[in-house]
């Protein structure tokens, strides 16, 4: 059984920075495609960042240049560091492993962010 467990959310303020780390277990880590989603209520959930197996790195428009995605393929972890953050980042975070096809499947139980301005 796959699981994917987030830690790191928090409370910060406008401009300030945090870390997301996602802890994979069951399945086979090194070759899936991962990413961070993220959901504000009433919203649809949002691509923040993936990195595929071999590195490839996609960025939301919102969040290039503030967000770093990296991967450990021998400690099966993904995380996000997060600089720059604004109120509008304030969102439930979400680990995710993506199909090839771009579909997010397993799905982390999800942590809170919040900046403050």
């Known amino acids: 059984q796959v699981q994917l467990v987030e830690s790191g959310g928090g409370l910060v303020q406008d401009g300030g920075s945090l870390t997301l780390s996602c802890a994979a277990s069951?399945?086979?880590?090194?070759?899936?495609?991962m990413g961070w989603y993220r959901q504000t209520p009433g919203k649809q959930r949002e691509l923040v960042a993936s990195?595929?197996?071999?590195?490839?790195?996609k960025y939301a428009d919102s969040v290039k240049g503030r967000f770093t995605i990296a991967r450990d393929n021998v400690q099966n972890t993904v995380s996000l560091q997060m600089n720059s953050l604004k109120p509008e980042d304030t969102a439930v975070y979400y680990c995710?492993?993506?199909?090839?096809?771009?579909?997010?499947?397993?799905w982390g139980q999800g942590t809170q962010v919040t900046v403050s301005s």
């Open positions: 990195i595929s197996s071999g590195g490839r790195i």
């Open positions: 995710v492993k993506i199909s090839q096809f771009g579909t997010p499947y397993d």
């Open positions: 069951g399945g086979t880590f090194s070759i899936t495609i």
